[in-house]
C-alpha cells in the first residue's frame, strides 16, 4: 500500500519547467492556487517506481498569457478559460523512499532524479502531513533516549525529534532577538542531557540566569567563579565555588593580561618575565613529587608557581645597582628603572579583589593534584561517582573586561585535556555558550585578551569534532558571532530575529535552495523555532514545549511594575553589594 494517498482532491497542478533544484508548477485551477501557501510541503511523482520528491513552496506567481489584457480587469471567466497563468516555484528538498533496502518510509536529503515535465505535483496535507511528519520523527529519534523540544507547526500531533549525535556532532547556532524564546529552547536541551545517564555538558551562564532557584533538577550541578567574599573559604571546589589560578595561564594569556604593549620597554619587560616565571616552574618540579616532569615541560605547561616570588624578581632587577668603572662607583643594572610600569600594573592586579579568583591562591591551589580536582569537577559526565550530566559556571560577576579570558581559560583547558585523552576512553563533552558574541566576537578592536579566546574557540569549532568537544553557540546578536565559528556549524535553531543583518548572517550560512526559509524569520511566534540542519532531516518550524525547569530570563514587565502601589528595590542593599563586589542575598543553588 502506497505511504502517501494522492489523488484528484490533493492536486495541485502539473510540472511546467526543471531545474537541477527547483521545478515550476502550472495550477489550471484557480480553486487549487488557494490552497498553496509559501513554505508549504509538496509531494511530485518521481521517474522511478516507489519514489516521491519532496519539495517546498518558494513563490506563488500569475502569469499573464496575453500582455494587452489589463490584470486588473481580469474577470472569473478569463481566469478559467486559460488567459491568466497560476504559477508556482518549488524546491527540492528530498526524496521519500517507499522503501530503502530493507528499512520502509525513508526521508533523504538529497535527489536521485528530478520530475520529469507534466508530472503531478499535489499538496501535502490533511492525514498526510501528521504521518509524513510521524515518518521524519521516527528516523530523527536517534538512540534509546530520543531528543526532542517540541511539535511540529504542520501538525502540533506529530512530536518534533532532533538527532543528538548529529546536533552535537558538527556543532550548533541557537539565535533569537531578545523575548524570542531563546533560553527556553536552551532550558528544553539542558534538561533531557540532564536526564541521561552518562550525560555531560557545560553551559556558560553570562547573566545569572540559569543559576537561579528555579533551574534545579536531579543531573544538573551549578558552579560560580569565586567572588571577594570567597576567598577566604579554604576548599571552594567542594562548595562548587571556582577559582581559576594564574598558572594555569599560557604565557601569551599572562602577557596580554599584564603587559602594556605601548610601553617602550615592552620586550625587556616581556623577556624577564617569562625567564623569571620558567625559573619559578623549574623550582616546583624539582621538589615536586614528579620531578621528571622537568625533562618535558614548557613554559606554557600548567605548572604552579608563586606570583609574588617573581614580582619579588622583577623588583630586585628593577632597583639593581652594579659597580662603576671607577673603583667604589655605582652604576644602575641593565634593567633598572625599565621594569617599573610592569610591576606597578602587576600589583595592581594583585590587589585587585575583583581578579581574586586568578590570585587570591591558598596553598591547596598552588598543588599540582589541585588541577586534577578541577577538571575532574568539571570534565567528569553523570556517573556512579556522583558527577552531574550539566555543570552549569556562574560567570556573571566576572569584571566585563576579562570575561572573554577567563571563559577562553576554561574552554582551552577543557579542549587540551580531551586532546590529551586516550581516544578509547574519551567522553564527549558539549559546551553551551550563552551570549556568545560578547566572547566569539566578529571583532576585536585589537584587543588582545579577546583575540587569544576568539583563537580558542576557532580552533574548537574546526578541531573539536575529533577529540569529542561540541560547540553550541547562543546569541541574540549572530551578526556579531565570529564568522569562522559560525561556519563550522552544521545545525541552525533560530528563532524570531527581527534585525535584518542577523537576518542575513543566517541566510549566508544555510544552503543555497533553502535561503528562502528565512523569510519567515521575522515573524516567528513566541517559542516557535526554525531548524535547518544534520541534526533534522526536514527543515522545520517546531514549537518548544515548555521547559519543567525555567531561566529566569530577566525580561522586566515596566508597565505592571510602575502600576503597582509601592516597591522598594533595597537601593543601600545594592550599592554595599557593588563596594563587596557580592551580591549580599544570594540564592543557595548548589
Known amino acids: 500500500m502506497a505511504f502517501f494517498n494522492l489523488d484528484e482532491k490533493s492536486l495541485l497542478g502539473s510540472v511546467l519547467s526543471v531545474d537541477t533544484g527547483s521545478v515550476v508548477v502550472s495550477i489550471s485551477e484557480t480553486l487549487n492556487l488557494r490552497k498553496c501557501q509559501v513554505n508549504q510541503l509538496v509531494v511530485l511523482k518521481s521517474p522511478k517506481p516507489g519514489q516521491n520528491l519532496i519539495g517546498l513552496i518558494n513563490r506563488i506567481t500569475r502569469k499573464l498569457v496575453d500582455s494587452d489584457i489589463n490584470p486588473e480587469h481580469v474577470s472569473q471567466s478569463e481566469l478559467e478559460s486559460g488567459l491568466v497563468e497560476n504559477l508556482m516555484k518549488i524546491t527540492l528538498i528530498g526524496t521519500f523512499f517507499e522503501m530503502k533496502g530493507t528499512v520502509a518510509n525513508q526521508f533523504r536529503r538529497n535527489l536521485d532524479a528530478v520530475p520529469?515535465?507534466?508530472a503531478s505535483c499535489y499538496a501535502l496535507e490533511g492525514e498526510m502531513i501528521g504521518k509524513f511528519m510521524s515518518a521524519i520523527s521516527a528516523q530523527d529519534k536517534a538512540g534509546?533516549?530520543?531528543?526532542?523540544?517540541?511539535?511540529?507547526?504542520?501538525?502540533?500531533?506529530?512530536?518534533?525529534?532532533?538527532?543528538?549525535?548529529?546536533?552535537?556532532?558538527?556543532?550548533?547556532?541557537?539565535?533569537?532577538?531578545?523575548?524570542?524564546?531563546?533560553?527556553?529552547?536552551?532550558?528544553?536541551?539542558?534538561?533531557?542531557?540532564?536526564?541521561?545517564?552518562?550525560?555531560?555538558?557545560?553551559?556558560?551562564?553570562?547573566?545569572?540566569?540559569?543559576?537561579?532557584?528555579?533551574?534545579?533538577?536531579?543531573?544538573?550541578?551549578?558552579?560560580?567563579?569565586?567572588?571577594?567574599?570567597?576567598?577566604?573559604?579554604?576548599?571552594?571546589?567542594?562548595?562548587?565555588?571556582?577559582?581559576?589560578?594564574?598558572?594555569?595561564?599560557?604565557?601569551?594569556?599572562?602577557?596580554?593580561?599584564?603587559?602594556?604593549?605601548?610601553?617602550?620597554?615592552?620586550?625587556?619587560?616581556?623577556?624577564?618575565?617569562a625567564k623569571s616565571v620558567r625559573e619559578k616552574k623549574e623550582e616546583y618540579l624539582t621538589s615536586s613529587t614528579e620531578p621528571e616532569l622537568l625533562a618535558t615541560f614548557t613554559l606554557d605547561s600548567p605548572v604552579p608557581y608563586k606570583l609574588q616570588e617573581v614580582l619579588d624578581q622583577l623588583n630586585a632587577l628593577d632597583t639593581e645597582r652594579e659597580a662603576g668603572a671607577k673603583a667604589g662607583t655605582e652604576k644602575n643594572g641593565p634593567f633598572n628603572g625599565k621594569l617599573t610600569r610592569f610591576?606597578?600594573?602587576?600589583?595592581?592586579?594583585?590587589?585587585?579583589?575583583?581578579?581574586?579568583?586568578?590570585?587570591?591562591?591558598?596553598?591547596?591551589?598552588?598543588?599540582?593534584?589541585?588541577?586534577?580536582?578541577?577538571?575532574?569537577?568539571?570534565?567528569?559526565?553523570?556517573?556512579?561517582?556522583?558527577?552531574?550530566?550539566?555543570?552549569?559556571?556562574?560567570?556573571?560577576?566576572?569584571p566585563s573586561d576579562i570575561l572573554p579570558l577567563v571563559i577562553g581559560l576554561v574552554s582551552r583547558i577543557i579542549f587540551s585535556i580531551q586532546q590529551w585523552s586516550i581516544s578509547a576512553t574519551r567522553h564527549p563533552i558539549a559546551l553551551f555558550c550563552d551570549e556568545a558574541h560578547l566572547y566569539v566576537p566578529e571583532r576585536t578592536v585589537a584587543d588582545q585578551v579577546?583575540?587569544?579566546?576568539?583563537?580558542?574557540?576557532?580552533?574548537?569549532?574546526?578541531?573539536?569534532?575529533?577529540?569529542?568537544?561540541?560547540?553550541?553557540?547562543?546569541s541574540q546578536r549572530p551578526s556579531e558571532v565570529n564568522r569562522t565559528v559560525l561556519s563550522q556549524c552544521n545545525n541552525f535553531l533560530s528563532l524570531r530575529l527581527t534585525n535584518a543583518d542577523d537576518q542575513a548572517v543566517i541566510k549566508k550560512l544555510l544552503p543555497d535552495n533553502l535561503t528562502g526559509l528565512t523569510d519567515v524569520l521575522p515573524i516567528l511566534d513566541?517559542?516557535?523555532?526554525?531548524?535547518?540542519?544534520?541534526?533534522?532531516?526536514?527543515?522545520?518550524?517546531?514549537?518548544?514545549?515548555?521547559?519543567?525547569?525555567?531561566?529566569?530570563?530577566?525580561?522586566?514587565?515596566?508597565?505592571?511594575?510602575?502600576?503597582?502601589?509601592?516597591?522598594?528595590?533595597?537601593?543601600?542593599?545594592a550599592v554595599r553589594s557593588m563596594r563587596k563586589q557580592s551580591k549580599l542575598v544570594s540564592a543557595d543553588v548548589n
Request: one cysteine or more.
Open 116 to 118: 520529469e515535465i507534466d
Open 343 to 398: 610591576i606597578q600594573r602587576l600589583e595592581a592586579k594583585l590587589q585587585d579583589k575583583r581578579l581574586g579568583f586568578l590570585f587570591a591562591l591558598k596553598e591547596q591551589e598552588l598543588q599540582l593534584e589541585w588541577m586534577d580536582l578541577f577538571c575532574s569537577a568539571l570534565m567528569k559526565g553523570r556517573s556512579t561517582h556522583g558527577s552531574a550530566s550539566v555543570k552549569i559556571i556562574d560567570f556573571s560577576e566576572v
Open 144 to 273: 534509546t533516549i530520543p531528543l526532542s523540544i517540541g511539535s511540529y507547526t504542520l501538525d502540533d500531533s506529530a512530536k518534533a525529534y532532533i538527532n543528538g549525535d548529529k546536533l552535537f556532532q558538527r556543532h550548533a547556532v541557537i539565535v533569537g532577538s531578545t523575548g524570542s524564546g531563546k533560553s527556553w529552547c536552551v532550558a528544553k536541551l539542558v534538561e533531557q542531557i540532564a536526564d541521561l545517564p552518562m550525560g555531560n555538558c557545560i553551559l556558560f551562564d553570562i547573566h545569572g540566569e540559569y543559576s537561579q532557584p528555579g533551574f534545579k533538577k536531579e543531573g544538573i550541578e551549578h558552579y560560580r567563579i569565586a567572588t571577594p567574599g570567597d576567598l577566604v573559604n579554604e576548599d571552594k571546589l567542594s562548595s562548587h565555588i571556582l577559582m581559576l589560578p594564574y598558572w594555569l595561564l599560557t604565557y601569551e594569556e599572562m602577557i596580554a593580561l599584564m603587559l602594556d604593549r605601548s610601553d617602550s620597554n615592552a620586550p625587556n619587560q616581556a623577556m624577564l618575565f
Open 450 to 474: 579577546a583575540e587569544i579566546s576568539l583563537g580558542t574557540f576557532e580552533r574548537i569549532s574546526k578541531e573539536g569534532r575529533k577529540y569529542g568537544v561540541s560547540l553550541v553557540i547562543i
Open 526 to 573: 513566541i517559542g516557535e523555532v526554525l531548524v535547518v540542519g544534520d541534526a533534522c532531516l526536514l527543515p522545520s518550524r517546531i514549537n518548544i514545549d515548555a521547559p519543567s525547569i525555567k531561566p529566569e530570563s530577566g525580561t522586566v514587565n515596566f508597565w505592571e511594575a510602575w502600576s503597582k502601589a509601592d516597591f522598594d528595590q533595597k537601593i543601600g542593599d
